[in-house]
C-alpha cells in the first residue's frame, strides 16, 4: 500500500504511532521484530529521537513489513524529516576532535588545529563528517552478518541486542553528537591515517591494516574522496 498524500507528511513516529493502532499491534512488537528495545521506538514515537537516515540503519525495512506500509512510506517521512531539522555546524568536542586529529597526518593536524576561523572550523567539521561517512559505512554493511555479529558480542562479554543498539546509535552520529567511545569503538579499529589536501579538499584515508607508505603513492586499502564524489578504493 502506498499512504494517501494527507499522510505523507507525517513525520516517523506520527506514522509509526498511527500505523501500530491501526493494525492493533504494540511498540513492544514492533520493537521485537526491529531488534530493538522497546524504549527506542517509544522514543521515535514520541518525537524525542530523530529518525535515523535511511542509508544508514536497517530498521524501516522490518517496519515497513510488520506495519504493512508502502516500500518508500517510512523512508519519504525520514528523509524529510531529517531535510528540515536544523544542521549543526559546533563539531566534536574537544576529547572527541583530539582523538580524529591524531589519526590525521601530522603535518595536516597541525595546520588544522591552528585554523580558529569560522571557515576553518566549518572546513574541520567538513572534513571530519567524511570520515565519519566513510566508516558509518563500513559499520552499516555489519548489520546485515548477523552470525559475525553474534560471534562478536560473545567475545565482548555483551549481547547480541546490546551490540546491535551501540551500532545503531553510532550509525546515527554526526560530528556534534559523536563520543569518544564512539571513536574507540568503531573509528580507530577501521582508520589507520587520513589526510586531505587543504588545497583540492581530497581526503584521504588508509584503512586499518594498510598503513600508507608514501604520501604521493596510493596503496591497497587506501581510499580518496573529494567534496561530493564518490568514494573509490582500491584493495
Known sequence: MTLPASKQSSTVGELVGRRLREVNRSAEQLAEVVQVPATYIDDLISGSRRPPLPARTDIYEKMTSFLRLGRNDLVSCA???????ASST???????????????EPETARVLERRKSSRGSADLVDFLQRLLDITQGAVRRLLDDQVSLRLAAGQRGITYAALRMN?????DAT???LTTDDVTRFVQPRIARWDV????????????GQEPRDRGRRVPGEVRRAVGSDIEAEG
Not at 528523509?79 to 531539522?85: I, K, L, T
Not at 559546533?90 to 590525521?104: F, M, S, T, W, Y
Open 175 to 177: 560530528p556534534d553528537t
Open 79 to 85: 528523509r524529510s524529516e531529517r531535510a528540515s531539522a
Open 90 to 104: 559546533a563539531g566534536p568536542d574537544a576529547g572527541v576532535r583530539r582523538l580524529l586529529l591524531d589519526l590525521c
Open 197 to 208: 589536501d587543504l588545497d583540492t579538499r581530497v581526503l584521504r584515508v588508509a584503512l586499518r
Open 167 to 171: 551500532m545503531l546509535e553510532f550509525l
